[in-house]
């Protein structure tokens, strides 16, 4: 047997499972489908004001129009009018009163869009405008708030505050964010014998569509089966806001005793749906002579919108990474949701970890500048380290921090010493073009923070030809999950990927399931199929011993690789035969797998705990240049070193670092929201909101992306860690760049530079001017 041949594809390059589908335009889609025969589609009524009393709906003369089937409204609905997550504020169709531009009133279902937009125009809505709130110092001079507070303490703040050498305050707002996923929200429900259903939804949450489905409909959950066949993009868009669109599909398929599918447009899911949490936060920051944080005070608001959604689990998170990499010996962190009169905003890749980051990047930039010291020099004296620099905020120990390992290795692989000096060469010499580096580090918490999402399953099935079809209770949404999941069962079964196919997500395969979020796919899910797996080797290593002639004792010497079941002195039986001799031996051939993280505590009363199970860290050093006469800026360079533990598919969690960080740097630089005066988006589509793109800015010239070497993690399925998330952060370094490229155009002795987010060519120029800079 060839060396090749019984190689592990683990730890190893691999190609995306999908990856020649996606290509070639073969990949499925939920709009891909073939239409079921009889199906109807659908079109929101939407609320066109921002916040109003309904004082007149009438859908009569819509609903007699040629090709429209039903104009449902909340009436129409028969279990519960909500759709929210955890809160129970936000009913499916509005009754009496509209709280966002956008909000759903109506559903048309007809026999094409033409007719249901004939529809909507038929439909007869008329509201009485009321105030409305549109931004967090609004909210906050108002009192409008959602319910809960959550607060961090240690130490005595206001002490070492006033005893510090060098005290700062100051208000850091971080903006807004579109997903842009490519695949839209969609939905498809089919009704089935004896009423129940079967959904198509692009959901990171196929549970939780179940539920919403069973609760809006009135029925059990049973009777409710969610498929979430690939996604194009998810992002955390899609890990609540996608049950609206499936429920609303059901309640449609129940009223019409037909297939509709309810499908979003661009324009309409910009407009409708919500963004990354803008935050608005306020702080007191003091420091040592030599840039060692000794307090921070931090009042934080999160900019919900109109509903709860998961804001309050998005604010505790900007609470736990208001640290970052960093330790602070004294502090007070308070946060609130704001409410506001805008679609409901959502979870996005970070989930507030970002917002936090944010916070504590800006503070340590103004401390580095007012002291004359270099900022990658102040973030790193701030690094934690041993006892008693190793607690958070909230108490939790920080254990194998690698934040130090990884500065010194990428402070010498990018030459970032040598290259301040190259850059200050430059600028002396260049006067209308100008250049500043920075370097960013992140350390970023892993695990749901609710402790009862961390658990997830498995369902593998073996057939009598070898071949092998896995079920697990992930999403996949480009990510390369479903491929992760084929290594780990590959690697357990000791088969080639090829004899193994990965099932779509679906809730009567693995029921119960948490969100594909938190960047924990790979964690809960990889330990479930790992589980199911290792049952099925068990199973069936007592039949190969039997096929093999070897005694009970010697049956953990069996080794399962090459697609053959193999003792140390090279005698083999094929894996299939083992399969084959197991179903003659009436032994079954499927087991499950489960998996919970263990010790995930917090309480948030007195703000302690250990909501993470482990930390992911890495850094950037980032190259910019900027245009003086228009604020212009483009990315030279950038080096990356990122700790994904023992990579389970280095290939991939390469890709993911570079996508993470592409998408930070779009949220950071050019893709700007623009709401006016009434709550209406102006920026709902690609010809006014920008996201990066190859051979255009923001996108960096020189992009090296290096994974951590010898970095296994304990606990964690086959010694990897969670990607998805923790690399978004490094982006927050374009900040620190821009602000250095912009004070480079002023006296030395000018050392605060205001530069709102997103850093855009005009904010740019306008932190510029505002230095006086010719």
Wanted: aromatic share 8%.
């Amino acid at each position: 047997m060839s060396e090749k041949s019984v190689q592990s594809p683990l730890h190893r390059p691999s190609s995306h499972e999908s990856a020649w589908q996606h290509v070639s335009g073969e990949a499925i889609y939920i709009d891909d489908m073939p239409p079921p025969s009889g199906m109807l589609v659908a079109q929101l009524v939407v609320s066109p004001v921002a916040h109003g009393r309904i004082v007149r709906l009438d859908t009569t003369k819509a609903a007699a129009l040629p090709g429209v089937a039903a104009v449902l409204t909340a009436q129409d609905i028969p279990g519960v009018n909500d759709i929210s997550a955890i809160f129970h504020d936000e009913p499916l169709l509005a009754t009496t009163e509209v709280l966002c531009q956008g909000q759903a009133v109506a559903l048309v279902v007809g026999d094409s869009y033409e007719a249901c937009r004939r529809g909507v125009s038929a439909v007869e809505l008329e509201i009485e405008a009321l105030p409305a709130v549109l931004d967090v110092p609004t909210a906050i001079a108002q009192q409008s708030m959602h319910a809960g507070v959550h607060v961090m303490r240690r130490g005595d703040v206001d002490t070492a505050l006033a005893s510090s050498a060098l005290k700062l305050s100051g208000v850091v707002e971080s903006p807004d964010q579109d997903h842009w996923y490519l695949e839209t929200h969609v939905a498809l429900a089919i009704l089935e014998e004896n009423r129940t259903l079967r959904v198509y939804s692009s959901t990171q949450h196929p549970a939780e569509v179940q539920a919403k489905i069973g609760e809006v409909l009135g029925i059990p959950r049973a009777d409710v089966v969610v498929l979430a066949p690939r996604m194009g993009g998810g992002f955390g868009g899609k890990e609540t806001q996608g049950a609206h669109f499936a429920a609303l599909a059901s309640l449609a398929a129940w009223h019409c005793r037909r297939p509709v599918k309810v499908w979003l447009n661009r324009d309409q899911d910009m407009m409708w749906t919500g963004k990354r949490h803008p935050f608005y936060s306020t702080y007191e920051a003091g420091f040592d002579t030599d840039g060692r944080i000794c307090a921070l005070k931090v009042q934080t608001y999160a900019n919900a919108g109109w509903a709860h959604d998961l804001s309050r689990a998005i604010l505790d998170r900007c609470l736990f990474h208001l640290d970052n990499t960093y330790f602070i010996p004294n502090l007070h962190f308070e946060g609130r949701i704001a409410k506001t009169h805008l679609p409901s905003n959502t979870a996005y890749r970070g989930f507030g970890g970002p917002q936090g980051i944010v916070v504590i990047e800006s503070v340590l930039n103004r401390a580095a500048r007012k002291l004359g010291l270099d900022p990658a020099e102040v973030r790193q004296r701030n690094f934690y380290g041993e006892a008693p620099r190793n607690r958070t905020p909230y108490d939790q120990e920080v254990v194998d921090s690698r934040a130090r390992r990884i500065y010194d290795e990428l402070m010498q692989s990018s030459r970032y010493h040598a290259r301040q000096k190259e850059v200050a060469d430059f600028n002396a010499q260049s006067r209308w073009i100008k250049r500043g580096l920075a370097f960013q580090p992140v350390k970023f918490g892993i695990s749901f923070t609710n402790s009862m999402l961390n658990q997830a399953g498995a369902l593998v099935l073996i057939y009598t030809d070898g071949t092998v079809q896995i079920n697990h209770g992930g999403t996949e949404m480009g990510q390369g999950l479903h491929t992760k999941m084929r290594v780990v069962a590959a690697h357990c079964l000791g088969l080639p990927q090829e004899r193994i196919r990965v099932m779509h997500t679906a809730t009567d395969k693995v029921p119960n399931t948490a969100a594909t979020a938190a960047s924990s796919g790979a964690d809960l899910n990889g330990q479930a199929v790992h589980e199911a797996c290792r049952v099925l080797v068990e199973r069936l290593r007592p039949v190969a011993a039997r096929m093999l002639g070897v005694s009970e004792g010697e049956q953990h010497t069996l080794c399962f690789a090459g697609e053959a079941v193999s003792l140390p002195n090279g005698q083999s039986v094929s894996f299939s035969k083992v399969v084959q001799q197991a179903y003659v031996e009436q032994i079954s051939l499927s087991a499950t797998g489960y998996y919970r993280t263990p010790d995930i505590w917090y309480d948030a009363e007195q703000g302690r705990g250990k909501p993470f199970h482990y930390f992911a860290y890495g850094a950037a050093v980032l190259e910019v240049e900027v245009n003086g006469l228009t604020g212009e800026h483009r990315l030279l360079q950038v080096d990356i070193l990122h700790d994904v533990g023992d990579s389970l598919i280095p290939s991939l969690d390469r890709g993911q670092v570079e996508g993470a960080f592409i998408q930070g740097l779009g949220w950071l630089t050019c893709e700007e929201l623009i709401w006016d005066d009434k709550g209406f988006l102006r920026t709902h589509s690609p010809d006014t909101y920008k996201i990066p793109s190859y051979g255009t800015a923001p996108v960096p010239e020189r992009f090296s992306v290096q994974l951590l070497e010898d970095a296994a993690q304990a606990a964690v399925i086959h010694g990897s860690k969670a990607v998805g998330e923790p690399p978004f952060m490094l982006a927050i370094g374009v900040m620190t760049a821009l602000q250095e490229a912009v004070l480079a155009f002023t006296p030395a002795a000018a050392r605060e530079v205001e530069l709102r987010l997103p850093c855009t060519a005009e904010a740019v120029l306008r932190a510029i001017h505002a230095l006086g800079a010719p």
